[in-house]
């Protein structure tokens, strides 16, 4: 089950419910994404390098590179809030052509909730648009619905394979 909500000041948010642990998802996500969205979607990801610091450390910078071909080149993201404990990470894109020239930054916060054996992952995307360009509506849904997609091959990769990021 995914709800999808745009609301009028530019962000939104999904809801997708899930069989497996939000701790392993939340490792899986947040903590070793540079390892595993490559090894997934090699379609859509080339590497994943670390710029400054690390997956665990607030501050540190990752450069997303898309292979060729690929509609965007890379992104960089800045980890703003991580929290192991409670299963939140806020992290922010701060450059790349994937921000369309219109976009100072895009906020994702990703927190992970249990619910029975499996939990729910609540994600929100707040886009803030540089002074005078308009928040495309439809390019916000269909980055939130890449962002459903990729969490359902990390979901279906880590239930078949019962000891990642366990």
Request: hydrophobic content about 35%; overall charge negative; charged content about 25%.
């Amino acid at each position: 089950m995914v709800s999808l909500v745009l609301v009028k000041n530019g962000s939104e948010n999904i809801q997708p419910e899930s069989p497996v642990a939000a701790e392993r998802l939340f490792k899986a996500l947040c903590l070793d994404n540079h390892n595993l969205f490559p090894k997934l979607m090699p379609e859509s990801f080339k590497n994943i390098e670390f710029v400054e610091g690390d997956s665990a450390s607030v501050g540190s910078v990752k450069q997303l590179n898309f292979p060729d071909g690929h509609h965007y080149k890379y992104a960089k993201h800045r980890i703003d809030e991580l929290d192991v404990d409670n299963l939140y990470c806020k992290y922010t894109t701060t450059e790349g052509d994937v921000l369309h020239g219109k976009y100072e930054c895009v906020v994702n916060e990703t927190k992970f909730v249990a619910k029975g054996s499996g939990s729910i992952c609540k994600m929100t995307t707040h886009v803030h648009p540089l002074a005078g360009a308009e928040v495309n509506e439809e390019g916000v849904k269909m980055g939130q619905e890449k962002m459903k997609k990729m969490f359902k091959v990390v979901e279906e990769y880590l239930v078949a394979n019962p000891e990642a990021c366990a």
